[in-house]
């Protein structure tokens, strides 16, 4: 404790503040014994007036021979003030702890928020090393597992934006990096000689490497990489305590990186899947138009449980085989259960001249499987022959196929069937057709005929209106029935919710034939 008076002279101190202030006696001025923002404090408390009004709120802080001291007055009635003098040193190291810890935790809250913004594997390797070089590093690379021989490799320096690159070389040839790469511990920076490290880990204009940490990025079951981060020669070397943040924050980089790169496989999975399920583009094949168009049941889905191939015959001449079907239930798993029926329809091609067969031999395919489901399906054998278009139509459980004939009549094909994958023994019956030059077949799923929209929003499209809307088309191309009905069923049905939609024509396009060279040979057809 020290007692000044109000001219500034000190009055009394104890022994403690002896060994504060080692000139500070009875009768020495304030100001020659003690700091400056002592001084101004105890002026500012002993002078009356409005400039002397201090801030007495809580007590007052500065440094008394380079360690931090915190000062608490107390105005005695002669004027005179005591100090009270305590060494603050303690507390100051904790409220500097504390926000560092607060400073950490907000950066590792912005670093996840960052990081699990996207499931994009460059970005996040982007943001790892742009981070890790804003506040922990001078520079910071980001090293994701070698592809063969090549490393890929994001830079980046303080201030700077992050660059990809792609290094051919040996990560045990580095100290530390091999051992991240497989996930082991991190080699402690004290035992990596900056002296060591290779051209590829500095960045261009970085200058003298002053110390180096390389810690892994641990990821789900397998590494996601390795963080290199890097100081200048005139930065301060890393502590311990910084090394253990930086493990800190690859463990969340690791995280998402891994999260990342498991979405891009299981994305890339998924595309050749979905390539696989969807529909084909059909087109004109040995001389008859083919359309389709397909639309699941739900707009954010690709896929579902309708489907439709066309398979070109083998030998020119030959009927190509078309398949359109319904498979009961929405979906991914009703999806599955199509392309399993569509493989089977391929293998079983050499049959392709039997419809009865081939359902048969699904029927039994889809009884001995796992799936619950059943499905209907329509076959349709077309060759063309002359000007005209042959068809065979057979039927296992499904709308029978409609044919719209040059002056607007539609018909319906006379064949029917057992549903496919329900019960051991099914029938089914084939009806035989022909095109004529502009008419057409059209093959479609229920979802057409049973989609619910209308004025009151519960009416069915239904049968009626199918070939009220159909008989419009005589004579127009594939494409553009396909086009018509998918419109009208759009239209009917608004943002309403419905079944898998799908549509396949059969057309004979109208044509001129040219006569063979030889008069013996088939001769060709022009449009």
């Known amino acids: 404790m020290l007692i000044a008076d109000a001219r500034g002279a000190v009055v009394r101190c104890n022994e403690a503040v002896g060994l504060v202030l080692s000139a500070a006696v009875p009768g020495a001025l304030l100001a020659d014994v003690a700091p400056a923002w002592l001084c101004a404090a105890h002026h500012a408390l002993s002078v009356p007036g409005p400039h002397a009004a201090p801030d007495t709120e809580g007590p007052l802080r500065g440094d008394i021979g380079g360690r931090p001291f915190e000062a608490r007055p107390t105005v005695r009635e002669d004027g005179s003030v005591a100090w009270w003098l305590v060494d603050d040193t303690d507390h100051q190291l904790v409220r500097e702890a504390l926000h560092t810890e607060r400073e950490r935790t907000t950066f590792l ?3 996840s928020s960052a990081l699990l913004s996207s499931l994009n594997l ?8 742009q981070m890790a070089a804003e506040s922990l590093a001078d520079a910071a690379l980001t090293v994701a597992p070698a592809r063969g021989e090549r490393l890929p490799v994001v830079t980046c320096l303080r201030g700077g934006a992050p660059a990809l690159s792609t290094v051919t070389v040996d990560p045990d040839d580095v100290p530390g990096l091999g051992e991240a790469l497989r996930g082991f511990p991190p080699v402690p920076s004290r035992w990596i000689d900056p002296a060591t490290a290779p051209a590829w880990m500095m960045p261009e204009g970085f200058g003298p490497v002053g110390s180096i940490v390389i810690t892994p990025l641990p990821g789900h079951g397998v590494p996601a990489g390795a963080l290199i981060l ?4 005139e930065t301060a070397a890393f502590r311990d305590e910084e090394e253990v943040f930086a493990r800190l924050f690859a463990a969340r980089a690791g995280a998402a990186m891994s999260a990342a790169r498991l979405y891009s496989e299981q994305s890339a999975i998924t595309d050749v899947l979905m390539r696989e399920l969807l529909p084909p583009v059909l087109h004109q094949i040995s001389g008859v138009d083919f359309a389709g168009r397909y639309r699941p049941s739900a707009d954010h889905e690709r896929i579902g449980g309708d489907f439709y191939d066309v398979h070109p015959a083998a030998v020119e001449g ?3 085989l078309v398949s359109l079907g319904d498979v009961c239930g929405k979906g991914l798993e009703a999806a599955v259960l199509t392309g399993k029926i569509r493989n089977t329809l391929h ?7 039997d419809h009865q067969r081939m359902l048969g031999l699904l029927n039994s395919a889809l009884l001995s499987s796992h799936h619950t489901r059943f499905a209907t399906i329509v076959l349709a054998s077309a060759v063309r022959r002359g000007n005209t278009v042959d068809l065979k139509l057979t039927s296992g459980g499904h709308p029978s196929p409609l044919i719209i ?9 006379d064949t029917h069937g057992t549903l496919i994958g329900a019960i051991p023994n099914i029938s089914a019956t084939t009806a035989a057709a022909s095109l004529a030059p502009g008419e057409s077949c059209v093959l479609y799923t229920d979802g057409i005929t049973e989609a619910k929209g209308g004025p009151m929003g519960d009416d069915l499209f239904g049968e009626e209106r199918l070939k ?17 009905v998918q419109m009208l069923a759009a239209q009917w049905l608004g943002n309403r919710p419905h079944d898998d939609m799908a549509v396949v024509v059969i057309s004979a396009p109208r044509t001129h034939h040219l006569s063979a060279v030889n008069g013996h040979t088939r001769g060709r057809f022009t449009a």
């Open 347 to 353: 293998a079983l091609l050499p049959l392709a001249d």
């Open 405 to 413: 004939r040059a002056d607007g009549t539609v018909e319906e094909a």
């Open 109 to 111: 809250a912005r670093a």
């Open 122 to 129: 460059g970005r996040c390797m982007d943001v790892t090393a």
């Open 468 to 484: 009220r809307a159909l008989s419009g088309c005589a004579g127009m191309p594939a494409e553009g029935i396909v086009e018509h």
């Open 318 to 320: 030959e009927p190509s």
């Open 230 to 233: 890097l100081r200048k020669a």
